[in-house]
């Protein structure tokens, strides 16, 4: 099982570019959600998703856009890339029901400059 | 303030020297609370699941335990190879939906041979 993949590893974008970052799973799970991790703020969540064409938003989804066509997929847009920006993100999925907690990727290293 | 607070920041503990690491919240309506593993430059590891006081789970040398108010990670005779982050998550009852996880900032464990 491959798990939760998520490319690229690392990216570097200037100021006002716009990317996507890819998220996808091989496990059939229902709920993904993307997060983003900065030094001393811990792990805070951008969007989620509850099933295909069903998004949300979380605790800090300004200057990001996602969507969910496929049960596999859930890119996170960034629309246009600014320095506070700069994080490592990671993509998580699970199923659904209780006593489930979320498989994460090994995330993105991004850095805009 | 912060919903989650996980303590200490930081431990350092020799090769068999058990101890406990804290997560205590604030949240009422807890749905679920979640323990993960996490190494540097990869992904947050699932490790348990609690959903109501009183309810202990067991790993290998790990072990948690929820209260009302707080969730203990009791560590019994680590070994290096347990050295990590180790964070703690809340699921609980907002407007909105039920799938945001809310994270502590983390104990970040050394266990020294």
């Known amino acids: 099982n491959a798990g939760v993949t998520q490319t690229p590893k690392f990216q570097v974008l200037k100021t006002g570019q716009s990317m996507t970052l890819q998220c996808a799973q091989d496990?059939?799970?229902?709920?993904m959600s993307w997060y983003r991790q900065d030094p001393g703020m811990g792990l805070r969540l951008i969007h989620y998703s509850v099933g295909a064409g069903i998004t949300d938003q979380g605790e800090v989804p300004n200057g990001y856009n996602v969507s969910r066509s496929t049960t596999e997929d859930f890119p996170l847009r960034l629309l246009s890339a600014a320095p506070s920006q700069t994080s490592v993100y990671f993509c998580?999925?699970?199923?659904?029901?209780?006593?489930?907690?979320?498989?994460f990727g090994s995330g993105t290293r991004l850095t805009v400059v | 303030e912060d919903q989650v607070t996980q303590s200490p920041e930081a431990l350092r503990l020799q090769e068999g020297e058990s101890s406990s690491l804290n997560c205590s919240y604030t949240?009422?309506?807890?749905?679920?609370l979640f323990w993960y593993r996490q190494d540097p430059g990869k992904g947050p590891e699932f490790l348990f699941t609690?959903?109501?006081a009183g309810e202990e789970k067991e790993k290998e040398r790990l072990k948690a335990t929820l209260t009302k108010k707080e969730s203990f990670l009791h560590i019994t005779a680590p070994k290096p190879e347990d050295s990590a982050t180790y964070l703690c998550?809340?699921?609980?009852?907002?407007?909105?939906?039920?799938?945001?996880?809310?994270f502590g900032k983390g104990t970040k464990l050394t266990v020294n041979p």
């Open positions: 496990m059939n799970h229902e709920y």
């Open positions: 998550a809340v699921q609980y009852n907002i407007q909105g939906g039920s799938e945001k996880l809310v």
């Open positions: 998580a999925s699970r199923r659904g029901g209780t006593n489930y907690g979320y498989t």
């Open positions: 609690l959903y109501s």
């Open positions: 949240v009422s309506g807890l749905r679920g």
